[in-house]
């Protein structure tokens, strides 16, 4: 049985037996693209709307789906072409959805990788942990899918690992300080550096670690290197940079402190239903919300309730329906979704993400069916109205500013 590879930090190829294979990829980036999403969703199921929402984001196509056969057409040729049966049945495809086959063994970079990073974290044995360490500096080749890397669902699992190459690359550092290991440490930093040439502490790290083996010609240079960059402060001198590192990596383990706790406090309320806010908070969440469209395609909805009083109706009883209205549309809504108070008798809403849409206006439906099961109903008619904002009128609007 053949040994099956695929790498995607730093680069993407698949290999059987060490040697490149399906050249072809190369030439059609959405069959390249096709594979990579599969891949990375780990033998889960993905629908036929999923794969043609990412693979035709923002863009235009008259039929995606038969477009999406005609893709995995020309991948089943390239594995024909090149006789390889071992992945004949690399993707399965069944009524509604594609996956990457889960029982087909082959090695992937970057599950290897988080593998290693969970065993580190859990290791009771700290050189243990370190050798997990080292295995991930040698996996971690570079940003994942370098050339996707645009991609909306490429950006936050490259963060993600970005961050776990950090944490394991410094575990490393501290390890080979303590057993004074100043030419790995050089050599640590120097292939760092590559990857992230603004990063402060790896030029701290290595300028400290060459004063230590007397080359102090080269940290000179590396301490003028990193002040061209922008990242060293100009005052920073090779005989004092163990003194700024030290300061480096306190202020890196508050700033880890501090950002857990951020993330604590903003999680703390997990309460449901739409975020109520006034209109010009609204205004600012539309605004931010239709950037967010613009960057990835989702799909925002803007919306419009009123609510028309009969002409003998009592205005504190219609004060009254009003704030049952908008605790209705509140409850109705999700977290991701806003209101607020437009007028005396009407709200606004914003609603996003897919799910709003898989039966065009079902959210509002349920807020007036709601609505029309109050007790004093009768003397009210509720309407609404929607609109879904073009995302080419989005880019009209940024080209004219």
């Known amino acids: 049985m053949a040994d099956i590879e695929i790498r995607m930090l730093g680069k993407f190829e698949i290999l059987m037996d060490g040697k490149p294979v399906l050249a072809a990829l190369k030439q059609s980036r959405k069959a390249t693209m096709l594979i990579q999403y599969l891949v990375l969703q780990k033998g889960e199921k993905v629908t036929h709307k999923d794969l043609t929402d990412t693979l035709w984001n923002g863009e235009r196509s008259t039929n995606p789906d038969m477009a999406l056969r005609a893709i995995m057409h020309r991948f089943r ?43 580190a974290r859990r290791q009771l044995n700290p050189a243990a942990a370190v050798a997990r360490y080292e295995r991930v500096l040698e996996l971690y080749a570079g940003r994942l899918l370098p050339m996707s890397c645009n991609e909306p669902w490429v950006e936050t699992r490259s963060l993600t690992l970005h961050v776990q190459y950090r944490i394991a690359l410094f575990q490393v550092l501290e390890a080979c300080k303590r057993k004074g290991e100043n030419e790995r440490i ?37 301490t003028r290197r990193g002040n061209a960059m922008g990242c060293l402060h100009h005052a920073v001198e090779p005989e004092r940079v163990g003194v700024v590192s030290r300061q480096a990596r306190q202020a890196d383990r508050n700033l880890e402190n501090d950002i857990s706790r951020l993330a604590e406090e903003l999680s703390a309320d997990d309460t449901p239903g739409a975020a109520y806010c006034s209109f010009e908070n609204f205004r600012q969440i539309y605004h931010l919300q239709r950037g967010v469209q613009s960057r990835f395609g989702v799909p925002v909805y803007l919306a419009l309730l009123t609510m028309s009083p009969a002409q003998n109706a009592d205005p504190a009883e219609t004060g009254s329906m009003m704030e049952q209205l908008g605790e209705l549309i509140h409850k109705s809504l999700r977290q991701c979704d806003a209101m607020a108070r437009y007028s005396e008798n009407q709200y606004v809403l914003l609603i996003s993400g897919n799910s709003s849409a898989e039966n065009g206006s079902t959210p509002l439906e349920r807020i007036k069916a709601a609505f029309y099961r109050v007790p004093a109903h009768g003397r009210y008619l509720l309407n609404y109205h929607m609109y879904a904002p073009e995302l080419h009128a989005l880019s009209a609007d940024a080209r004219r500013r």
Not at 80 to 95: F, N, V
């Open 77 to 119: 040729n390239m594995i024909d072409a090149e006789g390889l049966k071992e992945l004949e049945t690399c993707i399965i495809t069944s009524r509604g959805y594609y996956q990457w086959n889960p029982t087909m063994e082959c090695r992937v970079d970057v599950f290897e990788m988080e593998a290693l990073m969970e065993e």
């Open 186 to 222: 050089v050599k640590l930093c120097r292939r760092a550096i590559e990857l992230d040439p603004y990063e402060e502490r790896l030029y701290l790290e290595m300028i400290q670690a060459l004063e230590t083996l007397g080359h102090h010609e080269q940290a000179l240079e590396m």
